[in-house]
């Protein structure tokens, strides 16, 4: 065979091999729902376990019925406390399909911040602009285009708790939560200094949730004495390389914590970070790979061992 043939033919080959993998991460895997499990000790001494389901990222189309009945079905989980993280809606019609895909969690102890695709639905912009730091991505100056209100007061009706720079405190299981969160870090909605300060010691446990886990509110949390944190926005980096990983996490978090249970420190102190890798994409890049989509179930247990995982 001849050098030309030879090249046309490995061309051919590497041409066919990136064909399939388009196929599978926008046909199988970006649909291909997942329950990731962790078990967290932060809970004080003989406390019973709670189960916190972490839903993120939905980025819900009103036609996508698959991910709506899969959503629905985590209520037979039976979790005691569900936190939404956001980017819920890609749709001005997808607020009632979103209620209809939380169903009966509704009925539960819930939190819930925003992310950007609460406010703006989301618009083709180039795919390599995803691989720039964070930083240098623009952000659209327009008022926002999306039901937020509409969802915001949906949530609250069912008694979910609103965190967009805020706080707030539920009893779970006979234990006294508190929580703090902030409105979105990636288009600069995060107001910090409005949730800022000490935990009160005599919660049973204090949890930090945001919608993009930027290294500021991290710390802030983190500083401020809370031991779990929780957040999404990543997509688990959204295309990963198989043994090696996410490329990006389109925030300053390193892609060493892109998804799943870490820790992160900050001024002494040191926090269980939970990230999830959510349940959707813009549908504009309706693709994974080597990143399924997922909800969390988070089982807190007394603070005995370190933090161990199940996948």
């Known amino acids: 065979m001849s050098f030309t043939g030879s090249a046309l033919k490995t061309a051919a080959v590497v041409a066919g091999v990136g064909a399939a993998c388009v196929a599978y991460a926008a046909g199988i895997e970006v649909r291909w729902y997942t329950l990731r499990r962790f078990t967290v000790p932060v809970l ?97 100056p327009h008022g926002p285009d999306l039901p937020f209100e509409e969802m915001r007061k949906a949530f609250t009706d069912a008694g979910w ?45 204090s949890i930090g949730v945001t919608h993009a886990p930027y290294q500021r509110v991290l710390n802030g949390f983190v500083g401020d004495g809370y031991p779990l944190v929780l957040a999404g926005h990543t997509h688990g980096g959204q295309l990963a390389v198989p043994l090696y990983g996410a490329l990006v996490t389109n925030c300053d978090l390193d892609t060493s914590r892109v998804k799943g249970l870490t820790s992160w420190g900050y001024n002494g102190r040191q926090a269980a970070l939970h990230v999830s890798a959510g349940l959707g994409t813009s549908p504009y890049a309706p693709v994974r790979f080597a990143c399924r989509p997922e909800a969390t179930l988070l089982t807190l247990v007394p603070r005995i061992n370190p933090i161990s995982s199940q996948r």
């Not at 005691?80 to 895909?101: C, E, F």
């Open 161 to 205: 708790t609103d965190l967009n720079n805020a706080k707030g405190s539920l009893k779970v299981n006979g234990l006294r939560l508190d929580f703090a969160g902030t409105d979105d870090p990636h288009i600069k909605r995060d107001r910090y200094a409005e949730v800022a300060g000490e935990v009160d010691p005599a919660a049973d446990l």
């Open 44 to 140: 004080p001494p003989g406390a019973d376990p709670i189960k916190v389901l972490h839903l993120s990222d939905l980025h819900l189309m009103p036609n996508q019925e698959r991910k709506i009945r899969w959503v629905n079905e985590l209520a037979k989980l039976e979790p005691d406390l569900v936190v939404n993280t956001g980017d819920n809606i890609s749709s001005p019609d997808s607020v009632l399909p979103l209620l209809r895909a939380h169903g009966a969690l509704l009925d539960l102890p819930g939190v819930f911040v925003f992310g950007s695709n609460d406010y703006w639905k989301p618009h083709f912009k180039n795919p390599v602009n995803y691989l720039l730091p964070a930083q240098k991505q623009r952000h659209k």
